[in-house]
């Protein structure tokens, strides 16, 4: 199975809003409910931030919210603020107990 | 709190074999399933392997089946990963992580622990 594809970077200033997409197909993102995604900050392990597509882990801000349109999930990052900056990984199920993460997304905070 | 430790990498040679640890406390470990994701130095996240809360079933990546195998000893609170046949490609920071609810694998990432590095050279 194929990664998923995200962007390489993203950037917005303090307070905006940003969207990373992470496109799949029909046999992992399109199909099944089992969408996640993570942040990592430099030398730190990752953090959970969205499951199940659009669900927050308690302690997550609510800035941060998951979405998806056929093949394509998003997470969307509003009122950007500069400990956003981090590095992004979609990931979903993608059948036949295997899981695929995306290459990752460098959020940039201007 | 959730503690996962990582422990047992190192460096090692093409072909040879390494057995990491994952020691976990914080929490009822028996009733979670748990999962290995690497990452190779500057690169992305790749799934390694995941085992249910009870150990009886087994999941692993294409590129380390036949190779890697996951389990867990729930009376020692622990979590293994034995890695024959290295490669160089196997090269990669190695994180053990819990799942998100109990009694359930849905490959949610819900804690994590700091990561244990393996490097495959002669």
């Known amino acids: 199975q194929s990664a998923l594809t995200q962007p390489p970077s993203a950037s917005g200033s303090p307070g905006q809003s940003v969207t990373i997409s992470c496109t799949g197909t029909?046999?992992?993102?399109?199909?099944?409910?089992?969408v996640s995604w993570y942040q990592q900050h430099p030398g730190k392990a990752p953090k959970l931030m969205i499951y199940?597509?659009?669900k927050r882990p308690s302690g997550v801000p609510d800035r941060f919210s998951g979405s998806r349109s056929g093949n394509t999930a998003s997470l969307t990052v509003s009122g950007l603020q500069a400990e956003d900056e981090a590095d992004y990984y979609c990931?979903?199920?993608?059948?036949?107990?295997?899981?695929?993460f995306g290459g990752g997304t460098k959020l940039t905070v201007l | 709190q959730v503690q996962l430790v990582e422990s047992g990498g190192g460096v090692v040679q093409p072909g040879r074999s390494l057995r990491l640890s994952c020691a976990a406390s914080?929490?009822?470990?028996?009733?979670?399933?748990m999962h290995w994701v690497r990452q190779a130095p500057g690169k992305g996240l790749e799934w390694v392997a995941s085992?249910?809360?009870?150990?009886?079933?087994?999941y692993h990546a294409d590129s380390v089946k036949g190779r890697f195998t996951i389990s867990r000893d729930n009376s020692k609170n622990t979590l293994y990963l034995q890695m024959n046949s290295l490669k160089a490609e196997d090269t990669a920071v190695y994180y053990c992580?819990?799942?998100?609810?109990?009694?359930?694998?849905?490959?949610?990432?819900?804690?994590w622990g700091q990561g244990t590095l393996v490097t495959v050279s002669s």
């Open positions: 914080g929490f009822t470990f028996s009733s979670y399933g």
């Open positions: 990931s979903s199920y993608a059948g036949s107990n295997n899981l695929v």
């Open positions: 029909s046999s992992d993102i399109g199909g099944y409910n089992y």
């Open positions: 199940e597509v659009t």
């Open positions: 992580a819990k799942e998100r609810g109990g009694y359930v694998i849905e490959y949610y990432f819900a804690s």
């Open positions: 085992i249910s809360y009870e150990g009886s079933n087994k």
